[in-house]
């Protein structure tokens, strides 16, 4: 049984297919802000993840022929724009600016101490996500930040459940070591 988020999402589908292209800007939507945020994630930049997340969806919709629902629709459109990432990382572009994982609105505590020290250990962890090598940043991203499931991850990726794993496991020890090194320097 589909959920409401698939079922609208597939209509849209249907509806653009026949000529109702503004059914399309309900997907737009939907998945702007969790498209962006993926992609400015495996880029390490949120200026280019909001451009690479755009032409995801310019992809998506001139292919929107060849979408068969096979899977949710939403993996289909996360494939397009990791597929994306993947192009642009392969063409030698690196940034070294990390993306936000936060936002303001979510230092509500009222000790400056401890909001400081969050902003601190949060900065850490955009830096030593954004060192990751791309593979590794990758998986840990789509498993970690985007909570998804390894057999949905595999589809997404086109990369075995176990290779997935072992790319998540890595990540994960890569950033032990590189926060590591971060708070033995500050202690310093």
């Not at 755009?54 to 919709?61: S, T």
């Not at 001139?62 to 990791?82: N, P, Q, T």
Request: proline share 4%; hydrophobic share 40%.
């Amino acid at each position: 049984m589909l959920d409401v988020a698939e079922a609208a999402d597939r209509d849209a589908v249907e509806r653009t297919l026949v000529g109702e292209v503004e059914a399309f800007t309900g997907v737009v939507r939907r998945h702007a802000r969790g498209l962006t945020s993926l992609c400015s994630r495996l880029v390490s930049d949120p200026r280019l993840g909001e451009e690479l997340s755009q032409e995801a969806f310019a992809r998506a919709f001139s292919r929107l022929g060849s979408f068969r629902g096979e899977c949710r629709f939403k993996h289909w459109l996360y494939r397009i724009a990791v597929n994306g990432c993947r192009d642009h990382l392969k063409a030698g572009a690196r940034w070294e600016r990390p993306t936000p994982l936060t936002g303001d609105e979510l230092w509500t505590t009222r000790d400056p101490e401890r909001d400081a020290a969050a902003r601190q250990a949060v900065t850490a962890l955009e830096k030593a996500l954004a060192a990751l090598p791309p593979k590794y940043r990758e998986a840990f991203t789509l498993f970690h930040v985007e909570s998804l499931p390894y057999d949905e991850i595999a589809v997404m990726t086109g990369c075995r459940v176990n290779a997935l794993k072992v790319r998540v496991h890595r990540a994960r020890v890569m950033l032990r070591e590189q926060l590591g090194e971060l708070i033995e320097e500050e202690s310093r």
